[in-house]
T-cell receptor, first 114, second 112 residues
């Protein structure tokens, strides 16, 4: 069971370039989300999805696009990279069970925009 | 809105010392509470959680009790090890806005 898989793990972009961070989960979770982690700010929600075909904005959505065509995949697109998007990005998926909500994170993608 | 406040860091302790990391929250409804740990260069791992008042989450010698009366979820460990050096995040989930709300995190360094 792979859990939540993110690729790439490291990426350097030039300002203005676009790219897609991939996220896949094999646990059949309905809920998936993207966070960014910046020093001294914890993690902030970028976008989330409660199921295939449904997405919504989080706290810091500007400059990012998402889509959810399947339950398994939730890619994050940077439309025109800016240095302010240098960050560590985490994808998460979750399910509800008898013990409440369990949220699983990917291993992170370190992005540098120069 | 929802928020999580963690004590200021970083924290440096000697091995076998007692650890307390404070976490308080404000939330609408009845949140689930979590502690996540991030080891250097790695992603987030769920350390423990509690879903209702007075629940105690525990894992790897760490404990935290959901205190609704004080809106707190302090993390404790009786004897820390060098391998516990990491960043610790307190978080809550209410489901109302479908997101985890994180504290800013605190860096723990344990010296031999």
């Amino acid at each position: 069971n792979a859990g939540v898989t993110q690729t790439p793990k490291f990426q350097v972009l030039k300002t203005g370039q676009s790219m897609t961070l991939q996220c896949a989960q094999d646990m059949n979770h309905e809920y998936m989300s993207w966070y960014r982690q910046d020093p001294g700010m914890g993690l902030r929600l970028i976008h989330y999805s409660v199921g295939a075909g449904i997405t919504d904005q989080g706290e810091v959505p500007n400059g990012y696009n998402v889509s959810r065509s399947t339950t398994e995949d939730f890619p994050l697109r940077l439309l025109s990279a800016a240095p302010s998007q240098t960050s560590v990005y985490f994808c998460a998926s979750s399910r509800w069970d008898s013990s409440g909500n369990t949220i699983y994170f990917g291993e992170g993608s370190w992005l540098t925009v120069v | 809105g929802d928020s999580v406040t963690q004590m200021e860091g970083p924290v440096t302790l000697s091995e076998e010392a007692f650890l307390t990391i404070n976490c308080t929250y404000t939330a609408t409804g009845y949140p689930s509470l979590f502690w996540y740990v991030q080891y250097p260069g790695e992603g987030l791992q769920l350390l423990l959680k509690a879903t209702k008042a007075d629940d105690k989450g525990s894992n790897k010698g760490f404990e935290a009790t959901y205190r609704k009366e004080t809106t707190s979820f302090h993390l404790e460990k009786g004897s820390v090890q060098v391998s516990d050096s990491a960043v610790y995040f307190c978080a809550l989930w209410t489901g109302a806005n479908s997101k985890l709300t994180f504290g800013k995190g605190i860096t723990l360094s344990v010296r031999p």
